[in-house]
């Protein structure tokens, strides 16, 4: 018994150690990060968007909406894959909304990656949840079970586009030809991110991280988008009671 104790005691000092190192080494990252890196950029918006609140760097519950969609909402605390970065927040009447950037660690430096996310959020809208995104091979079929949803008569947008949703109906219903024509009036918008819509809120995220004037534009897209969404989730409500 004495000598496993002696073999097995160097073996947890070395774990421990290094645990303790790996924890360092993150808490260093982020410390450089928050305190030294990306200045330029945080000048750029705090300067474009004077009228909005700025926070270079903040905790997820600072962004209002994004508790809606869990694995973001999860995975931004301090420790998890993401982190939030150069916050803009602000209302414009009913909506509540947020563009910042969103720093993926990718399980490395060398792999981490950052774009733009934008959340919306519509107190007491009760949307029809989906999700939108480019239709991949890889989606096509999940776990053996088609998850896309085809909207009749638009061939196009429907292979253009991966939508599913846990009400088949309720969302083949709300993609009706205004929705859809949205859509494609701004479609270069929407083939370079991904749409996600839950509850009251809706998160759209950019392949790439974008400038003011771009973060503008899309905030723009998404104004006219989630009135329209709230106006159309209310209509099929009143249809399906």
């Known amino acids: 018994m004495i000598d496993l104790m002696n073999f097995l005691w160097p073996v947890l000092l070395a774990v421990v150690g290094m645990l303790l190192l790996w924890l360092f080494l993150n808490w260093l990252g982020l410390y450089i990060r928050q305190n030294f890196l990306g200045k330029a950029r945080a000048r750029e ?3 474009g968007f ?10 997820n519950d600072e962004v209002v909406g ?7 909402y999860k995975e931004s605390r301090w420790g998890g894959r993401l982190e939030i970065y150069n916050l803009i927040a602000g209302r414009d009447e009913a909506i509540e909304y947020s563009a910042f950037d969103l720093r993926s660690s990718g399980g490395s430096e060398r792999t981490a990656s950052t774009r733009s996310v934008f959340v919306l959020q519509m107190a007491d809208s009760d949307l ?3 999700e939108l995104g480019l239709e991949s091979f890889g989606m096509a079929v999940l776990w053996g079970e088609d998850t896309d ?13 991966h939508l599913s949703g846990p ?5 083949s219903l709300l993609f009706d030809s205004e929705l859809v024509g949205f859509i494609k009036a701004h479609m270069l918008f929407f083939n370079a991110g991904s749409l996600t819509v839950n509850n009251d809120s809706l998160m759209y995220g950019a392949s790439q991280r974008h400038d003011a004037e771009g ?3 899309s905030l723009s897209i998404l104004f006219k988008l ?3 969404l709230s106006d159309k989730s209310k209509q099929i409500v009143t249809i399906t009671l």
Do not use: G, Q, W
């Open 66 to 72: 994004l508790i809606d969609f869990p694995y973001v």
């Open 215 to 217: 973060i503008r534009e």
């Open 149 to 161: 949803i085809d909207i009749e008569n638009e061939f196009v947008f429907s292979k253009t586009y």
């Open 128 to 130: 029809i949840s989906f």
């Open 226 to 228: 989630m009135a329209l």
């Open 45 to 47: 918006l705090s300067a």
């Open 167 to 171: 009400e088949r109906e309720r969302i």
């Open 50 to 59: 004077p009228d909005e609140a700025f926070h270079a760097f903040a905790s």
